[in-house]
């Protein structure tokens, strides 16, 4: 699976938009990118993936670069339940074998009044 | 009910002492996970479950076994651990089939201390 980089932190007000980013420039052609946050003191929770094109849910919209070697998590009105820690994790859908995440160090992001 | 369950939410243990974690899901789900997370790090699995049968141990040192009775039940059996194991431990559940990744589901997890 391919790697990861994103910050290690991030700022953002109570009510604006977060844009967190996340590079995989390695990124091959059957790979998703998927987003995952956690929450101080609980486990890991789905939030979003997508392949080439954008997606949106109830949760947040995922931008994913032309060239798929980067991508943006946007939390449309971000309140201060957002602060957590989000995941970008690349892999591929079809790999014949069970799923195995690969967390990277992840970006803390801070939501504040 | 979309929810994966940890007991104990908190261990504390000796170094010769054996006990064991447990994690429970009624999605159906027929994967299952274990995976250990120090302070400030990321998630690392330690095991895989597909349909009951370990697909996937990632390297861990014995002293950590688990178990898969049931499709719903997921252990952990842990017998002389190190102070260095001190962790938070998740288990995740997900209905993958082994060709389609799904999304997983984790729960709170069991933060053990060994003493």
């Known amino acids: 699976d391919a790697k990861t980089t994103q910050p290690t932190s991030m700022d953002c007000a109570e009510g604006r938009a977060a844009n967190l980013p996340c590079n995989h420039s390695?990124?091959?052609?059957?790979?998703?990118v998927y987003w995952y946050r956690q929450i101080h003191s609980q486990g890991p929770q789905y939030i979003i993936h997508?392949?080439?094109n954008n997606e949106t849910n109830e949760m947040a919209s995922l931008i994913i670069t032309e060239d798929r070697k980067s991508s943006t998590l946007i939390l449309p009105h971000a309140t201060l339940r957002d602060t957590a820690v989000y995941y970008c994790?690349?892999?591929?859908?079809?790999?014949?074998?069970?799923?195995?995440?690969?967390f990277g160090t992840g970006t803390r992001l801070q939501v504040t009044l | 009910d979309t929810e994966v369950t940890q007991t104990p939410k908190h261990l504390v243990m000796g170094m010769t002492n054996k006990k064991s974690l447990k994690c429970e899901q009624h999605?159906?789900?027929?994967?299952m996970y274990w995976y250990k997370q120090k302070a400030k790090k990321p998630p690392e699995l330690m095991f895989v479950?597909?349909?009951?049968?370990?697909?996937i141990n990632e390297s861990v040192p014995s002293r950590f076994s688990p178990e898969c009775p049931n499709s719903s039940l997921l252990n952990l059996h842990l017998h002389a651990l190190q102070p260095e194991d001190s962790a938070l431990y998740l288990c995740?559940?997900?209905?993958?089939?082994?060709?389609?990744?799904?999304?997983?589901?984790f729960g709170p997890g069991t933060r053990l201390t060994v003493t």
């Open positions: 995740a559940s997900s209905p993958e089939t082994g060709l389609i990744w799904y999304e997983q589901y």
């Open positions: 390695t990124i091959s052609g059957n790979e998703y």
């Open positions: 997508g392949l080439k």
């Open positions: 994790i690349v892999r591929a859908e079809n790999t014949g074998t069970a799923s195995k995440l690969t």
């Open positions: 999605m159906g789900h027929r994967a």
């Open positions: 479950y597909s349909y009951e049968k370990l697909s």
